[in-house]
């Protein structure tokens, strides 16, 4: 069952959803602690038992962990609850490059193609160096920032080298 807005996760109250994909559902919430808002990714209920998605899910929080870099959300935590684990990540506001591809009638302006490609290849330059493949990199999974800052979402599936490990 998803979470409702008022629900509480340690010092995470869950202000709104804000989206759901297969690895998970993914909602505004309010750290009461430190006064600010975060991204708040939980494994959907159906899977809270399945210890293939547990260990994927754990994967992404070590992968997150492992990257520091401008164009990649960041992770704040790890949280476990009886509900289970829940990710707790950078709250990144904006459109998806998904949602601006759409909204574009005749196709994105070339400085601005070049500039999200650009970041988004910064991004991913980082992750290889540190031994991580992505595995999911779509529109849908990159987001701008109104001051067009792009951060690239979703570590789910990513992969790390056997070498790294």
């Given amino acids: 069952m998803p979470l409702v ?4 996760l340690g010092v995470y109250e869950v202000l709104a959803p804000l989206g759901a994909g297969g ?3 993914v909602y ?11 991204a708040m990714k939980v494994l959907p209920q159906a899977f809270v038992d399945d210890q293939d998605r547990l260990d994927r899910f754990q994967r992404e929080a070590r992968v997150l962990a492992a990257l520091n870099h401008p164009n ?15 990710l707790i990540m ?4 904006g459109s998806t490059l998904a949602d601006r591809m759409i909204h574009a009638r005749s196709g994105l302006p070339i400085g601005e193609v070049v500039a999200v490609a650009g970041q988004i290849a910064d991004a991913l330059e980082a992750a290889h160096a540190r031994g991580i493949v992505h595995r999911d990199l779509k ?6 920032t109104p001051a067009g800052t792009v951060k690239v979402l979703d570590f789910g599936l990513a992969k790390i080298s056997e070498s790294r490990r």
Avoid: F
């Fill in 139 to 144: 529109p849908a999974n990159v987001k701008i």
């Fill in 90 to 93: 950078e709250l990144v506001e």
């Fill in 23 to 25: 690895m998970g559902e």
């Fill in 28 to 38: 505004r919430a309010r750290d009461t602690k430190l006064n600010r808002d975060v």
């Fill in 5 to 8: 807005s008022g629900a509480r």
């Fill in 72 to 86: 990649i959300a960041h992770i704040h935590g790890l949280e476990e609850s009886s509900s289970g684990p829940a």
